[in-house]
């Protein structure tokens, strides 16, 4: 009924309303104004809409007109209550619409109208037209006007290099001097600023854009390199401390593509902006990636408003950024599993936050709108930073969320790292509601943990005669068995749902600590001996068993380690949770 009600009400206000006057635009006059006049190709970016001089507004209808090849509607939102009319999308353009729900007097004054968000599909210029405006009284009198209110959107692929090849001939330098920049030509290369390990390049700001751009070039590269030493893992790390500018919405850093085009990682590259820092392994770009000499990393500000209502209503007024690699004057799709980027964001909790700060999260918000948890994301109270790392680029945002399952009163030692865990993505519930804490794990169903709590990759090894391509833990056996965590049972066998054993469990867990880099202290057995069941571990589990009680990951039940036990859902959150947190 109330949906009827609605549909009802915007028949009345804008099919019987009173006879329609056209005016010219003379008043109230309308603006359109873009987020970014230079948006880079395949982001997104709002055009809002205001009115000046409004006068008992109670509903209104605005039609926007443009090359629907070059932009793709998005979402908009308009008003402030009232109902917003699902947009309608024209042969060149969309229509939108705007109205109050009861009787009450229109509104007044200097209004913003609608905030439009669009997606840039093709480079070049485009022009984005209000052609046509109806507004209605709280009398449902109708005007329509036809404003002279319209916004070119510079679509670029990163840079059009107008002017490039003019700037670089009267400086004596060639085009790779340049960084690329955010609809503003080329300029060339400014030498950076190296103490130590730190570079500290000249910026250039884009003011249209609200972009800071700066260019590292090899050699500075270099000499901070020399300037360093390595750690105990024989990786160098060089700082790009880049300048704040306030009111800044970009950061655009441009290095040679050589310096992260590594076959083996013997270095890290962390830029430091205010939006975000981002640490990059030398080994970053696999071969063929890009011919060009240089490589553009773009950190750039994401307002939660631009995005669809339903990713709004998740992530709230949390920190959004897009990721973006650009080189040659185009978008570089990048996703290496192999060599991950660490992502720090600065980030203030609320109060109520800060009383469960292990559910701040990280999401990836993909094209679709739909938000996917990434494990790694975590608050660290002294950084007062939100970190995570990523194998590819794209949008990310925090966000904070209590997972609960309703059937964890009977291991309320397991509750919090249930619920923890769940909220990172990490593990699931058996439906939304239940978490079933006391169900046996399967041998594959553990092997699926360990490789997305520990963010496990590699190319995937010889198969198992018992692990069928199209099964959902496939890829995981796979990465676990080319690293050596998995060896299977004989004859080429996993037996993947079977229940997993607790010694096999703790098996599999320390040789994936020592697959992932984490290795923790084993061969002392000695630390067995509290328990009065030591003599049933098998002689192959000892040593792994007693390197997880020895790290304090594994604490047994009471005086009992119970080796042959099955292993529990509650028992293997409560590991991973262990594992997370090392």
């Known amino acids: ?251 655009v850093q441009t290095i040679p593509t050589s310096a992260i085009s590594n076959d083996v990682k013997k270095a890290e590259i962390e830029i430091v902006t205010p939006l975000a820092n981002l640490t990059l392994p030398d080994n970053m770009l696999q071969a063929g990636v890009t011919s060009n000499d240089q490589i553009s990393l773009h950190i750039t500000s994401v307002d939660p408003k631009s995005l669809q209502p339903s990713v709004q209503n998740q992530i709230g007024n949390h920190p959004v950024i897009q990721l973006t690699l650009t080189s040659g004057g185009k978008i570089i799709t990048w996703d290496n599993r192999q060599a991950p980027v660490t992502v720090s964001i600065p980030y203030v909790p609320t109060a109520q936050e800060l009383l469960n700060p292990e559910h701040i999260v990280v999401w990836y918000v993909d094209s679709q709108g739909k938000l996917t948890s990434v494990p790694s994301g975590r608050y660290d109270a002294k950084s007062g930073r939100v970190s995570f790392k990523t194998t590819h680029f794209s949008m990310y945002a925090i966000g904070y969320t209590n997972k609960s399952f309703k059937d964890l009163e009977s291991v309320a030692w397991a509750k919090n790292p249930i619920e923890v865990m769940a909220s990172k993505g990490i593990i699931s519930g058996v439906s939304d509601t239940e978490f079933r804490p006391s169900q046996a794990v399967t041998r594959a169903d553990f092997l699926v943990l360990l490789v997305r709590t520990l963010e496990l990759s590699g190319k995937a090894g010889d198969t198992f005669a018992d692990v069928p391509s199209q099964a959902y833990y496939y890829e995981a056996v796979g990465i676990a068995r080319a690293l050596g965590i998995a060896e299977g049972s004989g004859d080429n066998l996993f037996k993947p749902l079977e229940p997993i054993t607790r010694e096999d469990m703790m098996v599999l867990t320390a040789r994936a600590l020592k697959a992932s880099g984490q290795q923790v202290t084993g061969g002392d057995t000695s630390v067995l001996q509290p328990f009065s069941d030591v003599a049933k571990i098998s002689a192959y589990a000892s040593e792994s068993v007693a390197s997880l009680v020895k790290a304090g990951l594994i604490h047994g039940n009471g005086r009992q380690i119970e080796p042959k036990s099955t292993t529990t859902r509650a028992e293997a959150a409560v590991l991973m949770y262990n594992i997370y947190n090392l």
Do not use: C
């Open 1 to 251: 009924m109330a949906k009827l009600r609605i549909a009802m009400l915007m028949l009345l206000v804008f099919f019987l309303a009173r006879p329609v006057v056209t005016q010219a635009s003379s008043e109230p006059n309308f603006q359109t104004v873009l987020s970014k006049e230079s948006p880079i190709l395949n982001s997104t970016f709002t055009v809002e809409i205001a009115a000046n001089l409004m006068t008992d507004l109670y509903a209104y209808e605005l039609n926007l007109t443009y090359d629907r090849s070059k932009l793709e509607f998005v979402s908009y939102t308009a008003g402030e209550g009232g109902f917003n009319i699902d947009a309608l999308l024209t042969n060149n353009g969309v229509r939108l619409a705007h109205t109050e729900l009861e009787k009450k007097s229109g509104k007044n004054g200097d209004l913003k109208l609608a905030t439009v968000t669009f997606k840039a599909l093709e480079s070049g210029d485009v022009k984005i037209v209000l052609s046509r405006v109806k507004l209605v009284d709280s009398q449902l009198s109708a005007v329509n006007y036809t404003p002279d209110a319209s916004a070119i959107a510079h679509i670029v692929s990163i840079d059009d290099n107008n002017g490039n090849n003019g700037n670089n001939g009267n400086n004596g330098n060639n085009s790779n001097n340049g960084a690329e920049g955010n609809g503003s030509s080329i300029q060339p290369t400014t030498p950076s600023n190296v103490n130590g390990s730190t570079i500290k390049p000249v910026i250039r700001y884009d003011t249209a854009a609200q972009s800071v751009q700066s260019t590292v070039d090899l050699e500075s590269l270099q000499k901070a390199l020399n300037q360093t030493t390595a750690n105990d893992k024989g990786v160098k790390k060089v700082i790009i401390e880049v300048e704040s500018k306030p009111g800044a919405k970009e950061y």
